[in-house]
């Protein structure tokens, strides 16, 4: 008899609709979604990366399309009795080449030579003659005089070209004016259009391209839908109840231990000012299917851009997470902007944790284990000597240092570590320092403040274990000593001396021509 495990076919990336329910793959109903979308007419969904908006757009198609028996047995089929087909018009921009103009071009004219064919299109097509948004305007008119039916338009990615021209101006702008005058016709074309959907990983402001469409409903931020995409907790005891128990029983752990552990790693997300726990689909479906724990998620692409805006506006990590923003920032701030906040959130690595509805602002943190660590690791090359990285050093050594106190060994490793980090020429040395101590000590499962907040000042960082606490202040270019008077004048240990614990006092000094760690001075409290 085949194990049950192995009986349990996940889509893991499948994105067709039709192939999951005809294959007989595990598919989260997601439909009753759909139902709510008829109140309206026009939208626009902002999720991260493979959290399931393309196979929410498939859905959404074979609904238009008048498929019903791939809803046999799903919340949808019981909530309408209209099955009557549309024509769809599905603009997918996953797979296109956005390395020049050319790669949206001819993704558009394939789609749309497609289309022209299928609905009778009567013009003579000229593709350096006729624009791609008449032409479309051309589809969506024919398509609905010959079929009788008004047409479902279903934007998928939509800023894929955008987000691939990040970086190059003049290329960015002519994906940006070709885009806006393809989405300008869901407006103009109003009459002949049943429902459009347009979804994305960033929110580019309304100037460069949904300023012609004010007829938008933005439900990013909406609770009604924000279990639309992702697994919820309700969802995944529903539908993953037997995944988790053949992983627990495989690991020879308890359901109980097995559930936390999924939720320290890929749960957490949560979408308006009150969602549900949402989980990482991606990841659950590959951890399911593989039985092992991993960064699946993460590691399916990597922040680089985000990482390279982090450098270029100079921020301080301690910044990114947990961070507080106000909410029409976080709500209408497109990805494009000199603060990285928004985009990190767009992008799925922080997410909203809570909401102050005096103050109109959210807190925003990683969503979960697997986020933070990936991200906090990806960010070792930029600020720790390749060389020294976290990898090839004992790691073992460094914790066990930290732990029994023994400065001498702590401190020489640390040196060793950020010894001849590169660091911009136009940022702050400072500041660079602190984010590599901030990167390597959240590596070593330290628990790490930076900057710490005291009723005297702010320390530069503190390191907390079990049986001690350490509190260090840097400074560039001066003197340890310089250092060690700011920790007397301020007072810092004050706030941990009922701890119990030992308290090391660290005064730190850098050089920013060598980038090394000049001389420091050691108290124990």
Not at 31 to 48: N, Q, V
Not at 200 to 226: C, M, P, T, Y
């Amino acid at each position: 008899m085949k194990n049950l495990v192995e009986e349990i076919k996940y889509p893991i990336g499948i994105q067709n609709f039709a192939e999951i329910r005809k294959g007989g793959y595990l598919y989260i109903d997601k439909t009753s979604y759909i139902h709510r979308l008829f109140h309206g007419k026009y939208y626009f969904l902002s999720r991260p990366r493979r959290f399931g908006k393309s196979l929410l757009l498939s859905t959404m198609e074979a609904y238009y399309k008048g498929e019903r028996e791939l809803f046999e047995g799903l919340s949808l089929n019981s909530l309408t009795d209209d099955w009557e087909p549309h024509p769809v018009l599905h603009l997918d921009l996953n797979n296109g080449n956005f390395n020049s103009a050319h790669g949206l071009d001819e993704l558009l004219d394939a789609l749309f030579s497609e289309w022209e064919k299928e609905y009778d299109v009567n013009y003579n097509k000229n593709a350096d003659k006729v624009s791609p948004s008449l032409r479309f305007r051309a589809i969506i008119k024919c398509a609905k005089e010959k079929t009788g039916k008004k047409v479902a338009i279903l934007i998928d990615e939509y800023d894929k070209p955008l987000l691939s021209a990040v970086g190059d101006k003049a290329l960015a702008d002519s994906f940006r004016s070709t885009l806006k005058s393809v989405y300008s016709n869901l407006k103009s074309m109003d009459e002949y259009i049943e429902i459009g959907m347009i979804t994305g990983v960033a929110r580019f402001n309304k100037v460069s391209i949904f300023s012609d469409l004010n007829n938008l409903r933005d439900i990013s931020f909406e609770e009604q839908f924000a279990g639309i995409c992702g697994i919820t907790s309700v969802e995944l005891e529903k539908y993953c109840k037997q995944s988790i128990q053949d992983f627990a029983r495989k690991e020879s752990v308890s359901e109980e231990f097995m559930r936390n552990k999924l939720s320290d790693n890929y749960d957490g997300y949560h979408f308006s000012r009150v969602s549900p726990d949402i989980y990482n689909p991606f990841s659950l479906m590959n951890v399911f299917a593989k039985q092992c724990f991993g960064s699946y998620w993460f590691e399916s692409g990597t922040p680089t851009y985000l990482v390279r805006q982090i450098e270029q506006e100079e921020w301080l990590l301690r910044n990114l997470a947990p961070t507080e923003i106000d909410s029409k920032k976080l709500e209408s701030a497109g990805i494009l902007s000199s603060d990285p906040i928004p985009a990190l959130y767009q992008t799925g690595y922080l997410t909203i944790k809570g909401y102050d509805p005096v103050f109109h602002t959210y807190t925003l943190d990683y969503p979960n284990e697997e986020v933070r660590d990936g991200f906090i690791s990806f960010l070792v090359p930029y600020y720790i000597k390749p060389d020294k990285s976290p990898g090839q050093f004992s790691i073992k050594k460094f914790i066990m240092a930290i732990t029994s106190g023994d400065i001498e060994t702590f401190m020489s490793l640390f040196a060793s570590m950020i010894a001849g980090v590169p660091y911009s020429e136009k940022g702050s040395a400072e500041a660079h320092f602190q984010n590599a101590s901030y990167i390597l000590f959240t590596l070593m499962g330290q628990y790490v403040n930076i900057e710490d907040r005291t009723s005297d000042g702010r320390i530069d960082l503190t390191i907390e274990t079990p049986q001690n606490v350490y509190i260090l202040e840097f400074k560039v270019d001066s003197n340890s000593k310089e250092a060690m008077e700011q920790i007397h004048n301020k007072r810092y240990w004050l706030k941990f001396a009922t701890s119990g614990k030992k308290i090391f006092l660290i005064g730190a000094n850098f050089d920013s021509k060598t980038r090394r760690l000049e001389d420091y001075i050691v108290e124990e409290i």
